[in-house]
């Protein structure tokens, strides 16, 4: 078979300030015949993957497993081709700005959904409003805080009216997780609609439709014979997606030759034993991920709705905790550098990134200090060592998460000054109980919605956040605004380093580190055609 590959996706998998290219599958062509009429195989391609689905619904889930689905079977205003970091218009005609508070969009006429029901200016602002009127906890509708409201003058024009005007990601959040487009006729307009819903209304018009769907097991896709976005069509007979819930089966199937392609999650470990197997090939390059700690500034010790509040000795718990944590150190010996070190908010590569943790925290050359920590403890009149709750998750963000944070406790507790209750909760209960302020400190990992270094900044330190962490600074939040609506690159640039410099100081998360997108390509697997018939992409966390 030949491997139809698009190293793209709606999250800017291309991410072309960073020079990632994360697997994206279109399909194959088997070399013993059997091929499709347009060159394409009619064999299913099957995949295999540890991430989870928390619902399909575009207001429902804001993870990577969830949009890994809906980027197949959803259309989107915008997308990105391969290469590229910039979106242009995907069942969109025409997209621009018409005045500064006005971004006009023209659909392209004759769209419809695989249920047969026209797919219209109607079906967009729905879809728009019902993200804001849902505003699930768990759902991406923090991304459409500059939204003041949408109109459609006639079935095929969209308005938006932004509450702030020459918005620079706008465009951008037309291609993210909280912009699918969805049928009016299927989905609520008030509640998070069921997947089993969707799937029997066929409310797709992405490129592939769900022919069969166990949550969490097996989906499979066929491509969608009326998709009008701007990816070529699918290039192959369908795609079965299988889920594990061990990385370890997920590896003997790839030996075996059971599924075409891996990813997401295997451990370090796995996928240095598979990189000396003939039989398979490691794909990866330098990707957008990043791992962190999230402090909730209500429950962590001394927290704002604790008995013994103190904002002085809440900061210094997390000052300390940055001075102690040795990135290199997790990166090598539990990631096998397939991570870097990560000393700021936005990754390296993108424009406005800096390093402002590594000046102000530990030795000033990213290295642990332990007495700089003891010191900054004391000042603040601290009794040692402190006691922190650190939740983690571990299965969502791969197998070697129990390691990594094992690894963060020692470092932590090493030298007396923490005592660190490590435990860990499974993924589904995990996202509910964070939104519910269950975690002091806890863990979380990131994908991009788009390239820019917005998509780091506005959904973790706006006033109403992701995390949820009750972070609330008013200067960050003015230049969180200023930089989205800052048309000089230069000044742009500035403002987003004072971003990652303020919350720096106020820790509201501590970064560790900086990933790699990884895929595993089976034997049968070969060759490489760039031509976006399926996707894979980097997705948020929460990620």
């Known amino acids: 078979m030949t491997l139809h590959n698009s190293g793209r ?75 590229t970091s910039e979106v242009t218009p995907d069942i969109a005609e025409s997209a621009e700005f018409t005045s500064p508070t006005e971004y006009t969009v023209k659909l392209k006429s004759g769209l419809k959904f695989a249920n047969g029901h026209d797919l219209t200016s109607s079906d967009v602002k729905f879809s728009f409003d019902r993200q804001v009127a849902i505003n699930d906890p768990n759902g991406p509708a923090s991304l459409l805080g500059n939204l003041e409201s ?16 020459n918005d620079q990601v706008w465009p951008q959040i037309l291609s993210s997780p909280a912009a699918p487009i969805v049928d009016e006729e299927v989905f609520s307009a008030s509640a998070v609609t069921s997947d089993d819903t969707i799937v029997e209304g066929k409310a797709f018009a992405g490129q592939y439709t769900i022919e069969s769907y166990k949550p969490n097991e097996l989906i499979s896709y066929a491509p969608y014979a009326d998709y009008m976005g701007s990816l070529p069509k699918a290039a192959n ?32 470990t796995d996928v240095a034993d598979l990189q000396q197997d003939d039989a398979v090939k490691v794909v990866d390059g330098p990707g957008g991920e990043i791992r962190y ?37 997790i990166a090598t010996d539990v990631y096998k550098d397939t991570y870097s070190p990560l000393y700021s908010y936005v990754p390296q590569g993108l424009a406005g990134a800096n390093e402002a943790l590594k ?54 507790e090493k030298d007396g000054l923490f005592t660190v209750n490590l435990a860990q909760t499974e993924w589904v209960q995990y996202t509910k109980d964070r939104k519910a302020d269950a975690y002091p400190a806890y863990q979380l990992g990131w994908f991009p919605d788009y390239s820019d270094a917005d998509n780091y900044l506005t959904p973790f330190f706006s006033k ?8 609330d600074n008013a200067e960050v939040q003015q230049l969180l605004v200023d930089q ?31 990933g790699k997108q990884v895929a595993i390509v089976g034997s049968s697997v070969e060759g490489a055609v760039l031509d976006g018939s399926f996707k894979f992409r980097y997705a948020p966390l929460h990620k």
């Open 9 to 83: 996706g709606r999250l800017g998998l291309a991410l072309g300030a960073l020079g990632a290219s994360a697997l994206v599958l279109a399909g194959c062509t088997t070399t013993t015949g059997g091929g499709s009429s347009d060159g394409g195989s009619t064999d299913p391609l099957v995949i295999g993957t540890t991430d989870k689905i928390t619902s399909i619904d575009p207001a429902g889930s804001y993870d990577n497993g969830s949009f890994a689905v809906m980027t197949q079977i959803y259309p989107f205003l915008m997308n990105s081709q391969y290469g």
């Open 150 to 165: 949408v109109a459609t003058p006639d079935d095929t024009t969209v308005v938006f009216t932004l509450k702030n005007g």
């Open 237 to 268: 007979g369908g795609i079965s997606t299988k889920y594990y819930a061990d990385s370890s089966n997920l590896k003997l199937d790839v030996q075996s030759g059971a599924i075409d392609v891996a990813y997401r999650s295997l451990s370090a």
């Open 293 to 329: 700690i999230v402090f909730n500034f209500d429950t962590m010790p001394y927290g704002t709705k604790t008995a013994d509040a103190d904002p002085a000795k809440s900061l210094a718990i997390r000052q300390a905790a940055a001075d102690l944590v040795d990135r290199q150190a």
């Open 359 to 412: 000046d102000l925290y530990g030795d000033g050359q990213g290295k642990p200090d332990a007495a700089k920590a003891k010191a900054t403890l004391e000042a603040a009149g601290l009794t040692t060592p402190v006691t922190l709750n650190l939740q983690y998750n571990g299965d969502h963000y791969g197998p070697s998460s129990g390691d990594e944070y094992a690894a963060v406790k020692a470092q932590l």
């Open 464 to 471: 109403d956040n992701f995390l949820l962490n009750h972070y």
């Open 484 to 514: 989205a609506t800052q048309t000089d690159k230069t000044t742009r640039e500035s403002e987003i380093g004072e971003i990652q410099d303020k919350v720096a100081a106020d820790l509201s998360t501590l970064p560790l580190l900086q």
